[in-house]
């Protein structure tokens, strides 16, 4: 298997003076001189990290940068003095001066050319009256050969020197491109490790709200049987409070039925029916019933002259006759 080898990346910028087009508004307009070459203050070679003394750039190289403008889904902006970088920061917009729409050009000896300019809003007016005259191309390059890989942003500038970017090293990690496949293997790595990370957090997640789950149900458990034997308890006191009032009932009655067969409200012959009537029955019958006369003499020691027995004084009340009318049918017989 061949050895892989790692490429580190930066971003810097470069700028150029603004060259009149037709009607002196350019279409076109030259972003980096062909390599090797360097900043007057001495970049690539002062900067922190890089290893390169010069930027490197041929038309080889420019092809692959050609290509990835090409690749893009979005068109180049270029926006006023970087503030596309700088927005993060100050919280200022980051409107557009214009657009390039991922046309680039190499032009042997002369460098990266950016071709069919669309200008926006005043800008070409700003642009004729020289309120802004240079433009300077943000790219990334290797820190270790100085290649140049991307154009990332272009703006329009009055300070041409520029070079410490605030936002430059953020967007160099937002924008960095894996030039080989160990640096993509890095990357899925750290995706991998992320996942990884967040499985093991959802594990204990799901294993403390299983935990939570039994805890609940033991509970739940608990309350059901406590429920239950209180239910248990409620019915026996149900039930012994509908005995206990069954009996009273029942004590009642044989009072109610006793006192009746002793006041002559009932005839002995009516026991059996009186006691197969609930109480509330056998209080309405006996509250709308009188002792028998007869029976009231009986208990007084007198029979009334007719030699009748109590069941045939009972047997005279159902039938309607009188005791006398009775005994004289009696007679005949």
């Not at 050895?3 to 350019?26: R, Y």
């Amino acid at each position: 298997m061949p050895q892989k080898t790692t490429t580190k990346t930066s971003i810097a910028s470069l700028a150029f003076e603004l060259l009149p087009g037709d009607g002196g508004i350019p279409v076109e307009a030259h972003l980096l001189p062909p390599g090797p070459f360097r900043a007057l203050d001495g970049r690539p070679g002062t900067m922190e990290g890089v290893h390169c003394q010069d930027w490197q750039l041929d038309a080889a190289i420019a092809a692959r940068v050609i290509a990835r403008a090409a690749a893009q889904k979005t068109d180049i902006l270029i926006d006023f003095e970087h503030q596309s970088l700088r927005s993060a920061e100050n919280g200022k917009r980051a409107e557009a001066a214009g657009w390039i729409p991922r046309s680039i050009e190499w032009r042997e000896g002369k460098g990266l050319y950016a071709l069919n300019i669309s200008w926006v809003g005043d800008t070409p007016d700003l642009i004729a009256q020289k309120k802004y005259r240079y433009i300077s191309a943000v790219f990334m390059f290797d820190l270790i050969t100085g290649e140049v890989l991307e154009i990332i942003s272009v703006a329009l500038t009055n300070t041409p020197a520029l070079d410490g970017l605030d936002a430059l090293a953020d967007l160099a990690r937002k924008h960095s491109v894996f030039s080989t496949e160990e640096e993509a293997d890095m990357a899925d790595e750290k995706q991998v490790a992320a996942l990884t990370s967040e499985r093991d957090g959802l594990k204990t997640q799901v294993v403390s709200l299983t935990a939570e789950r039994d805890g609940l149900k033991t509970q739940l458990a608990t309350l059901t049987a406590e429920r239950d034997a209180q239910k248990t308890k409620l019915d026996a006191l149900e039930k012994e409070k509908a005995d206990a009032a069954l009996a009273s009932e029942k004590a009642k009655h044989t009072d109610l039925l006793t006192a009746a067969l002793n006041d002559g409200r009932l005839t002995p012959a009516q026991k059996a029916w009186a006691e197969k009537q609930s109480l509330a029955d056998l209080t309405e019958y006996l509250e709308a019933t009188n002792p028998l006369a007869v029976l009231k003499k009986q208990t007084d020691g007198k029979d009334g002259g007719n030699g009748l027995t109590q069941e045939e004084l009972e047997m005279c009340k159902r039938m309607g006759v009188t005791p006398e009318d009775f005994a004289k049918a009696k007679g005949k017989c």
